[in-house]
């Protein structure tokens, strides 16, 4: 069984960090690219970051890019969003998920997405 947890989210002040956590188990994700996404209330859930594997390269919302980093731990299963400089804006539950590894596209639509996590909440005060 796929399992995907997030952990590390919480309350913050705006210009404060938090990191977040996803670990994976059920499978090797080795050749999966990871995101993640969030979704504020009475909001769509949207692209915040993914990381793919294969390379490691790395794609950004232009809403967090330059504040927020997505990396990987292989000998861990684990993916991170390292968040800094947060904002109330970014106030939303995040979720990692697990992407196709035959998806062509970009992996910014969550349709390219095969495995969810739960979500973790994240409140930045200001």
């Not at 590390?8 to 990871?34: E, I, P």
Request: aromatic share 16%; hydrophobic share 35%.
């Amino acid at each position: 069984q796929v399992q995907l947890v997030e952990s590390g989210g919480g309350l913050v002040q705006a210009g404060g960090s938090l990191r977040l956590s996803c670990a994976a188990s059920g499978r090797t994700f080795s050749n999966y690219a990871m995101g993640w996404f969030r979704q504020a209330p009475g909001k769509e859930r949207e692209f915040v970051a993914v990381l793919r594997w294969s390379g490691g390269s790395t794609y950004y919302a232009d809403s967090v890019k330059g504040r927020f980093t997505i990396s990987r731990d292989n000998a861990k299963n684990t993916v991170y969003l390292q968040m800094n400089s947060l904002k109330p804006e970014d106030t939303a539950v995040y979720y990692c998920a697990a992407g196709n590894p035959y998806y062509s596209g970009n992996y910014f639509d969550a349709s390219a997405y095969m495995y969810w996590g739960q979500g973790t909440q994240v409140t930045v005060s200001s």
